[in-house]
């Protein structure tokens, strides 16, 4: 049984994460905006305006899971929301990181979220692992400044980890539950070209990967957070009709249209490569979804 922060733990991916160290025998607490009680589990504030964090947050804690930020495509890349993505992701590493440092707080690893958005909004025939560059646009730059936010933490001696998100499937929310809602209606369509690669991740995955980050000493580094099969943007629109029982017949939604409607940040759909899990896999983490037929009917039956 071991005791785990976990920031960020009220999103799509945290509260996953702790129903399943739950289950384990673990105790997750979480650190967030505000306190109290989320779930039964107890919350701890922490504020990165004034640098505040509870310091009994820290108590018994010998892992921690770090996954707050402000959602990528939560709202418009203007010039400021593009200066809170990063400034959420790197300025929230660095309070950890002082408040580790000035309580003399002892954990065995940490995991951090990343994103596969390290590998730019392009598309291309290789096939990305994590040895490749970031890429030199406004998702590459965050995701590299993400990244090098958690140098620290192993500077200090502490086995870190990070995991690179792909587009995480489940019926609770994020980028599945929006897409849903129109093929429910019967107005689903690739979008784009459709010829963009989709890096997807069932939810049950992902949140299995960073507990096995966390509590396996063997494992550290930088992994890539996606399942094993390729599919494009079509494949896998048509797949997610054919999942929820709904036709697939509408023509592509043009890109200059997404443009219109989400701006820059339109590139995290019309854009899209193919990228390896290999690493991870390498290690002995065992996906349970490896197929997005499979992922898809779980999610659909779990609405």
């Given at each position: 049984?071991?005791?785990?922060?976990?920031?960020?733990g009220?999103?799509?991916?945290?509260?996953?994460?702790?129903?399943?160290?739950?289950?384990?025998?673990?105790?997750?607490?979480?650190?967030?905006?505000?306190?109290?009680?989320?779930?039964g589990?107890?919350?701890?504030?922490w504020?990165?305006?004034?640098?505040?964090?509870?310091p009994?947050?820290?108590?018994n804690?010998?892992?921690?899971?770090?996954?707050?930020?402000?959602?990528?495509?939560?709202?418009?890349?203007?010039?400021?929301?593009?200066r809170?993505?990063?400034?959420s992701r790197?300025?929230?590493?660095?309070?950890?990181?002082?408040?580790?440092?000035?309580?003399?707080?002892v954990?065995?690893?940490?995991?951090?979220?990343?994103?596969?958005?390290?590998?730019?909004g392009r598309?291309?025939?290789?096939?990305?692992?994590?040895?490749?560059?970031?890429?030199?646009?406004?998702?590459?730059?965050?995701?590299?400044?993400?990244?090098q936010?958690?140098?620290?933490?192993?500077?200090?001696?502490i086995?870190?980890?990070?995991?690179?998100t792909?587009?995480?499937?489940?019926?609770?929310?994020?980028?599945?539950?929006?897409?849903?809602?129109?093929?429910?209606?019967?107005?689903?369509?690739p979008?784009?070209s459709?010829?963009?690669?989709?890096?997807?991740?069932?939810?049950?995955?992902?949140?299995?990967?960073?507990i096995?980050?966390?509590?396996?000493?063997q494992?550290?580094?930088?992994?890539?957070g996606?399942?094993?099969?390729?599919?494009?943007?079509?494949?896998?629109?048509?797949?997610?009709?054919?999942?929820?029982?709904?036709?697939?017949?509408?023509?592509?939604v043009?890109?200059?249209?997404?443009?219109?409607?989400?701006?820059?940040?339109?590139?995290?759909?019309?854009e899209?490569?193919?990228?390896?899990?290999?690493?991870?896999?390498?290690?002995?983490?065992k996906f349970?979804?490896?197929?997005?037929?499979?992922?898809?009917?779980?999610?659909?039956?779990?609405?």
């Open positions: 049984m071991a005791k785990i922060l976990i920031t960020g009220t999103g799509l991916i945290g509260k996953t994460i702790s129903d399943m160290l739950l289950k384990n025998g673990d105790t997750p607490v979480l650190l967030g905006r505000g306190d109290g009680l989320v779930n589990i107890k919350k701890y504030k504020d990165l305006t004034t640098n505040y964090v509870d009994g947050a820290f108590e804690v010998e892992h921690i899971i770090h996954l707050a930020g402000a959602g990528i495509v939560d709202n418009r890349w203007t010039e400021s929301y593009k809170e993505i990063q400034e790197v300025k929230s590493s660095e309070l950890l990181y002082y408040h580790l440092l000035k309580n003399n707080v954990i065995k690893s940490m995991v951090g979220a990343g994103a596969v958005g390290y590998y730019g598309q291309s025939t290789h096939v990305f692992t994590e040895e490749d560059s970031s890429f030199d646009d406004f998702l590459g730059k965050t995701c590299l400044l993400w990244e936010s958690y140098s620290p933490f192993e500077k200090m001696g086995r870190t980890s990070i995991i690179r792909g587009i995480v499937l489940s019926a609770r929310g994020g980028a599945y539950k929006v897409m849903a809602k129109a093929f429910k209606l019967g107005l689903g369509a979008v784009a459709g010829k963009q690669y989709m890096p997807w991740i069932h939810i049950d995955d992902i949140a299995s990967m960073f096995y980050a966390l509590l396996n000493e494992v550290k580094g930088i992994f890539n996606v399942a094993s099969e390729f599919v494009s943007n079509e494949v896998f629109s048509k797949k997610l009709a054919q999942s929820l029982h709904k036709p697939f017949f509408l023509p592509n043009p890109a200059f249209m997404l443009k219109i409607v989400l701006g820059e940040s339109a590139v995290t759909i019309t899209g490569l193919k990228i390896s899990n290999q690493k991870i896999k390498n290690t002995g983490f349970q979804y490896e197929h997005l037929e499979m992922a898809l009917k779980n999610v659909a039956d779990d609405q």
